[in-house]
């Protein structure tokens, strides 16, 4: 399995990634990210409201203070958008994952994926209909519970949010898991939600790497991955399985 693992990182990538700016003050230049602005989105209403623009402040503060590499723009259809780049994933293909939040007038939908070199992998891959049948059993039997890494003593683990795991139909072929958050949720859960899409959800996508990656490099079957997932997944404090 180490052979495989070692496999995922070697294979060297077929194009170069744009390059995004240093954002001052943290540790590593944002040279691994890229750019999700040309993703069709729904326009929003207005210039945008002033609880929108709050939250995006919030979240903004948020990640500065964690050190999580990020930016901000807009994309070309006017929806303000974050992108992060999340490290020490060292299951997965150039060892990160990558985020981004497109902030709506009442709703904010956050991703997170693999790098493209893992969505190059996707793409060249004749086994995706073996990783569609894996993630239907993701959208089945896993169910994400974010806590505070303090044994509760911020705030007690919960099962807020259930992503959705796809393959973007954009030509990209990223691997994806998607939430939508309503702004008036955000505000009654704030760190719970930030806390889930940057810390939970990047972990999950982590840990379920090996699974897919072996699937599209054609290691294992889906039977297999979900046999794999069962036994290493599903024993987490982050995971349940409702039902068998």
Known sequence: MNESINMIHSIPVIK??????????????MNKMK??????????????????NEIIVKFSSYLKAHNIQFRQNMTDDGIPQITMLFQNCDMCPEEVTEGCIFFYDDVMEARVYYSEFGAE??????KRPELYRFMN?????IWPRVADGMDGRLYSSQYLFCPRFYVTEDEMYDITATMCVPYTYYELDELETEDFITAALPDLMNRLSVPIFFILLDKITAD??????????LSFSLLIKPGV
């Open 224 to 233: 297999e991955a979900i046999e794999m997932v069962k036994k290493d997944l």
């Open 35 to 52: 750019n999700k602005s040309k993703r069709p989105a729904v326009k929003n209403k207005g210039a945008g409201s002033p609880n929108m």
């Open 16 to 29: 170069e990634r744009p390059k995004m700016q240093e954002q001052s003050g943290k540790i590593f230049k």
């Open 137 to 141: 059993f993701l959208q089945a039997r």
């Open 121 to 126: 992998m996707c793409r060249t891959s004749e």
